[in-house]
């Protein structure tokens, strides 16, 4: 069998005495969409950022495409405050800072919306182009770098056009809308040119019509780039109707796993959401 | 119009070509100008002169009207005569005291002429977008010439030039860091006086050293390097240490960062006077006798080579990552950049071209100290910073010649007392040009935050696309 | 030994002295630190403005009022600083509160020289403290027995102060959450002034201490200890009173064994590396909380 996109197994990431993600694992194939999706506080966000080496998980390992690119065992003050679920820890310890991470080729957004604030639209999107550059200091300065320039130039444009944003190209970024603003960050994760995309909350602060066009060119962009989407997500009616399988967490827990069918009649799922009805 | 500019340029080209004979042709005729000048000489015209209008008054008194004619006459020749030899002799002269000045204009002319000439024929667009700039450049360079040679070398204008240059590249250096990458560093003296001492010790005279080095049985270092291999190496000593301290500090987050540059500077400044070192910095005592600039010219193209270097790199993809990380770290760092190895590029960078203002400021000063460089000039520098705006690489060069300027030149007279009439003017004596500076800074940093341009650029783009604009204004409102 | 306690009993007394006077200073900065989280560059110029009040005011008047004057002129100075520099920037970037903060200190120095001359003066002699004793075998000015004491008794008040009054719980909560404290209705510019005032009057007394020791008073006399002091509270912990204390104790001590070894030229040095020894290892300082980025 193939390796698996994304393997996570037994992430668990702890802030001092609070556990956020507990004995996390996970997969995700190629090609699929799959939705990660718990109430508020469930540790979400949490998992991407161990994922992204945004945060070191305090034990657990994360493949990508089969190649270890996190792993971690209880270290110093941990070992004894440690209070995850999963005792075998892994020998290794592989750290990756975020940048590396997006060179292998993840490329994420941001829950609250991270743009490069002085900057316009297209200089955004540009930014993240230079994950390819070639030319170095010296060649960069001296403009020997018209060629690569120019590419470079090329693909932000085209990723803008593949959002939809090519006409507010000189516009700066926070001067857009919220709804534009989100697809001006999924613009620039492309052009890192990813394989696997991890979107945090895309539809945050959508109508339900933007969310509905947000659906569709999610679809979209997976087919036209060759994309593994992975998505954190709140608008129920989006991941249900977007998704391959779905991953539920409450806690740092997972609680529920299963195609989108399975989830929406799980219990489990439904006392998460909607909390024990006491009487 | 294709015509017209040619025509334009053949025009300059003639006049550089008579500007050109004239300074060169006059420098060989001195001998006979002075002879021409010659008070005796004159002093004979003068008497011709004079007689010729006492025979007009006779004439008239004689009431002759012919013979007043003729003498009228022969005055008005002589008088157009002298009146012409008065004129070339004028016009000599000048040539004559402003021979290199004219040069750089007739020079400036040519280039001109070029950019005319290319304006005409350029079809592709490119070359416009730089004859303007580049006759902006030479306009600059042989202005500060002309105005050098007009005004002397040791002029206020000229200290202020030359200081203001200086200072443009100790602020745009400065503003890489702070005001591009947003790594608030307060390390700048440091790395001037890494770079101050760097020169000025590879650049003494090497029969001067017995002399400077007196305490220290003449230092250990006894050959001299070219200035400009001087200042690379002054420029290079700073990067290294840069370099060196660059992996432990710049993990810190803002302030932690601000004062552990801060310290850094304090450290080197103690290890620069520290008497064990005295063979090679001459301990706490006075670096002199090194070479200095004697033209403003030179600041000015080692500055302006830096300032454009930075700005070139500010507008390449390594810039653009820079302001990525200042606008947003995590984001930056989610976009694949690698935060240690950008910031480590700004911070040596920026410490090269600090080490390279250093050796600058060396050489107008014409002597170093250690104990000169301490946070106090760091503070003056980020002033300039604040004021040009931060992330506008012109906002920083216009702050730099206008605080020296103010500082040196225009606040000086309340630095005097001053009586109008029998009334003594209040407040003004020495030191209160620096208070009334102060509060402006003052009201600058806290009414005026952007500074003088933001974060935007000086840009003849958009200079040409506002003036158009106004002018469509003008037009649809009439 | 005892030739040993001889030869260094002066520097280890004038460690701790300077130690006390550096932990009064240092107080004023971890405290604005914990509150506005600003490094107020302007401190040590404070410190200067008080030891130039005190020589002026000592001209004209009797220390029995020139002394509680210079303080009230102190407290006044740091608390106008705050008004017209920080109060207007409360919402900028922290980069533009610090760089207003440089821009006071570059103010005030310039005032001090233009109404000084630049000249340095002579600060007044305070009767008693600026007395001379003999301590076993060191001669030394009263002033060092009576800082360190002086220091301790300030501290201890401060921090009773800060644990079981209303106002010090207002700052305990302004440190920890300067928006949420300020959603919960606690009024903030109060806070704010109360601490600037409690720095100003500490500086103040620090002041009159270090300037009986060391008498010439320049225009820039304060920014070297107003930077060590600064140090002092990061190496404790920036925000932690106790942990500013420790730190100026240590930073005085230790520079003061520096110049034992006969190394005075590095002296200051050394507290910088010391400083960025300790942000390397520890940055949070010795006393001070780690802080989680929320992303």
Redo the contacts between chains.
């Keep these: 069998m193939a390796d698996a996109m994304l393997e996570l197994s037994h992430v668990t990431m702890q ?1 001092g005495g609070v556990v956020a993600v507990d004995n996390l694992s996970m997969h995700i194939d190629q090609d699929e969409i799959v939705a990660l999706i718990g109430p508020n506080g469930a540790g979400k ?1 949490t998992a991407f ?1 161990c994922i992204t080496g ?1 945060y070191t998980p305090t034990s657990g390992q994360v493949f990508y495409r089969g190649e270890l690119i996190v792993s971690n065992r209880p270290q110093g003050k941990m070992k004894t405050l440690y209070a995850g679920s999963h005792k075998d820890f892994p020998t290794q310890v592989v750290v990756n800072t975020p940048d590396r991470i997006t060179k292998m080729g993840l490329a994420r957004t ?1 829950q609250n919306i991270r743009l490069f604030k002085t900057q316009t639209v297209f200089e955004n999107v540009l930014i993240a182009t230079h994950l390819h550059r070639t030319s170095n200091l010296f060649t960069a300065t001296m403009r020997l770098n018209r060629q690569e320039e120019r590419s470079f130039r090329e693909h932000a444009m085209s990723m803008l056009e593949a959002v939809g944003l090519q006409d507010e190209k000189d516009e700066l970024a926070v001067s857009l809308p919220y709804g534009k603003q989100r697809r001006l960050e999924i613009a620039r994760a492309l052009a890192t040119r990813p394989r696997l995309l991890l979107l945090d909350e895309p539809a945050a602060g959508m109508n339900p019509q933007e969310t509905d066009a947000l659906g569709r060119f999610i679809v979209d962009i997976r087919s036209r780039f060759g994309l593994t989407v992975f998505l954190i997500e709140h608008h129920m009616d989006l991941v249900m109707d977007i998704s391959d399988r779905i991953y539920v967490i409450d806690f740092g827990r997972q609680i529920a796993h299963g195609i989108p069918e399975q989830i929406q009649d799980n219990p489990d799922v439904i006392t998460a959401y909607l909390g024990v009805d006491e009487e | 119009m294709k015509v017209f500019k040619i025509i334009l340029a053949a025009l300059l080209v003639i006049l550089a070509l008579v500007i050109t004979a004239s300074a060169l042709t006059t420098r060989g005729t001195l001998p006979t100008l002075l002879e021409r000048m010659d008070p005796e000489n004159l002093a004979a015209q003068d008497a011709a002169m004079q007689k010729a209008k006492d025979r007009v008054t006779t004439a008239l008194a004689e009431n002759n009207p012919e013979r007043a004619q003729r003498s009228l006459d022969r005055y008005i020749n002589g008088f157009s005569a002298q009146l012409t030899l008065s004129g070339r002799v004028g016009y000599d002269l000048f040539f004559f005291r402003n021979g290199p000045s004219m040069l750089a204009l007739a020079l400036f002319l040519v280039v001109a002429a070029a950019g005319l000439i290319a304006h005409a024929l350029d079809r592709s667009g490119r070359v416009r977008k730089l004859v303007l700039p580049a006759i902006l450049i030479t306009v600059l360079y042989v202005g500060v010439y002309i105005v050098e040679n007009i005004a002397g070398a040791n002029s206020m204008l000229m200290t202020v030039l030359k200081k203001g240059a200086i200072y443009a590249l100790l602020a745009v250096s400065m503003n890489l860091l ?1 005001g591009f990458t947003g790594l ?1 560093s307060l390390g700048q003296a440091g790395f001037m006086l890494i770079g101050a001492y760097t020169y000025a010790i590879f650049s003494i005279e090497t029969q001067s050293r017995a002399q400077v080095y007196q305490y220290y049985a003449g230092g250990i270092i006894q050959f001299q390097l070219p200035a400009l291999v001087s200042i690379a190496l002054a420029g290079l000593a700073a990067a290294l240490f840069a370099f060196l301290i660059g992996w ?2 710049l ?6 960062l ?3 540059t ?3 500077a ?2 080197i ?3 620069f ?3 064990g070192l005295g063979p090679l910095t001459n301990g706490s005592n006075l670096l002199r006798k090194f070479t200095v600039f004697d033209t403003a010219l030179f600041p000015f193209a080692v500055a302006g080579v830096c300032i454009a270097l930075i700005a070139l790199l500010i507008h390449s993809t390594y810039g653009r990552s820079f302001k990525a990380i200042r606008d947003d770290e ?1 984001a930056a760092e989610a976009m694949g950049i690698n935060l240690y190895a950008h910031k480590q590029m700004a911070f040596v960078i920026s410490s090269f071209f600090a080490g390279v203002g250093g050796a600058l400021l060396a050489m107008y000063q014409t002597t170093v100290q250690a104990a000169a460089f ?3 000039m760091t ?2 520098i ?2 300039i910073v ?1 004021i040009g705006g ?1 992330g506008s690489i012109s906002g920083s060069v216009i702050a730099s010649f206008l605080f020296v300027a103010a500082s040196e030149w225009w606040l000086r007279f309340l630095d005097n007392e001053t009586m109008l009439g029998s009334f003594r003017v209040p407040l003004l ?4 040009r ?2 009334v ?3 402006v ?2 009201a600058v ?2 009414f005026y ?1 952007k500074g003088i341009m933001g974060d935007r650029e000086l840009s003849l783009g958009r200079f040409r696309r506002r003036l158009s604009h106004r002018r469509k204004g003008g037009a649809q409102d009439g | 030994m005892t030739e040993f306690i001889s030869a260094n009993l002066p520097y280890l007394l004038a460690g701790i002295s300077v130690g006390g006077q550096y932990a009064l200073i240092a107080i004023g900065y971890t405290m604005v630190y914990g509150i506005l ?1 600003l ?1 107020n560059f302007a401190h040590g110029d404070i410190f200067t403005v008080a030891a130039y009040c005190m020589v002026y005011m000592n001209a004209t008047m009797p220390l029995y009022i020139s002394l509680p004057l210079t303080i009230v002129f102190t407290v006044a100075l740091g608390l106008a600083v705050e008004r ?2 920080y109060k ?2 409360r919402d ?1 970037p ?3 509160i ?3 903060a ?6 005030l ?3 001090m ?3 000084t ?2 000249l340095a003066q002579q600060y007044p002699t305070i009767p008693w403290i600026s007395s001379t004793i003999s301590i076993y075998t060191a001669t030394t000015k009263m002033v060092t027995l009576v800082t360190p004491v002086l220091t301790l008794v300030l501290v201890v008040l401060l921090v009773q102060l800060i644990k079981h009054t209303k106002i010090g719980m207002a700052m305990r909560a302004v440190s920890r959450d300067f928006e949420t404290s300020r959603l919960m209705g606690i009024k903030i510019n109060g806070v704010i002034s109360v601490t600037f005032a409690i720095g100003s009057f500490l500086a103040a007394v620090g002041s009159m201490l270090y300037f009986s020791n060391y008498t010439a008073v320049t225009p ?1 006399a304060g ?1 070297m200890p107003g ?1 060590k002091a ?2 002092a509270a ?1 190496f404790g912990g920036i925000g932690s009173i106790p942990g500013a204390v420790i730190g100026a104790f240590i930073i005085g001590i230790a520079e003061n064994i520096i110049k034992a070894l006969g190394w005075t ?2 002296s ?2 050394f ?3 010391l ?2 020894v300790i ?2 290892f520890k ?1 949070t300082g010795l006393f001070g909380e780690a802080v ?2 929320k ?1």
């Design positions: 802030f966000t950022n945004v941001f | 702070n608030f432990p500090v993990r810190l987050k803002s302030d932690y601000a004062i552990a801060l310290g850094f304090e450290i400044r103690a290890i006077q520290y008497d995590v301490t946070s106090a503070y003056e980020l002033l604040v931060m004596r020495s030191g209160f620096m208070v500076f102060s509060v800074i003052m940093v806290l935050r | 989280r490094i017209v520099a207007p920037l900028a922290r980069m533009s610090m760089i207003s440089i821009g006071v200190s570059y103010l120095q310039n005032l020289w233009y109404v001359g630049g820039t920014a930077l600064f140090v990061v030229a590095f200051d040095a507290t910088f590396a400083l960025i942000l390397i940055p989680h980025e992303v």
